[in-house]
């Protein structure tokens, strides 16, 4: 049964730092994985998606990267800025069922002015 | 990616009563999805819904608590039956894009049952 985990679960940094959010799954069988930020009480923002044949995709700041064989992928948030304090959570969509997605429990990011 | 907007935003109700949440999408999908995000929790899912078909129900989610309509390929609506307290959480519909199944959310419904 694919296990998503995020680490950590929260995490505080001043602005300006750069960061890197971490999400490992069990199952290396995975058509792709996506990252996601919600804002609280709101719905959920796609940030990125990567697919299983690739190593990494980038919008803006943002960096994702997938290991598959290792079964990680990391987000990494350049010279972070007090709006991007958000959860943050990644899914990944198993091979078997596409439309399917199996979620991590999200960190919580607070960037302080 | 798509455009999806739901209604109500959000909503007090008082237990026993019913809900309708809609969701609308600014173009044409095959599969629509309805999830459940309790107080801290991650998102789970509640159903799949394909339109011109019954709608896919989870392990733990039935179709007379959550009844679910999908009469076009851009309009669904979700039903909350007989609330309870517990039933208090934010619930979202989502998309998948043809091709990468890439999903996009809407801005939720955030359900308070008193």
């Known amino acids: 049964k694919q296990e998503v985990t995020q680490i950590p679960a929260a995490l505080s940094v001043p602005e300006g730092e750069n960061l890197v959010l971490n999400c490992s799954f069990t199952d290396s069988a995975i058509y792709n994985l996506q990252w996601f930020r919600q804002d609280p009480g709101k719905g959920l923002t796609s940030l990125l998606l990567?697919?299983?044949s690739q190593r990494e995709q980038t919008s803006g700041r943002l960096n994702a990267s997938l290991d598959k064989s290792s079964g990680r992928s990391t987000l990494y948030i350049a010279a972070s800025q007090p709006g991007d304090s958000a959860t943050y959570l990644c899914?990944?969509?198993?091979?078997?069922?596409?439309?399917?997605?199996?979620w991590g429990a999200g960190t919580k990011l607070i960037i302080k002015p | 990616s798509a455009v999806i907007s739901q209604k109500p935003s959000r909503d007090i109700c008082q237990r026993g009563t019913s809900l309708t949440i809609q969701c609308q999408v600014d173009s044409q999908v095959t599969m629509m999805f309805w999830y459940r995000q309790q107080p801290g929790q991650s998102l789970t899912l509640i159903a799949t819904?394909?339109?011109?078909?019954?709608?896919?129900?989870e392990s733990g989610f039935v179709i007379d608590k959550f009844p679910i309509s999908r009469p076009n390929l851009t309009f669904s609506t979700l039903t909350v039956s007989n609330m309870s307290p517990e039933d208090s959480s934010i619930y979202l519909c989502s998309v998948a894009g043809q091709g990468n199944y890439e999903q996009y959310f809407g801005p939720g419904t955030r359900l308070t049952v008193t």
């Open positions: 899914a990944v969509s198993p091979t078997d069922s596409n439309y399917q997605l199996i």
């Open positions: 819904a394909n339109q011109g078909s019954e709608a896919t129900y």
């Open positions: 990567i697919q299983s």
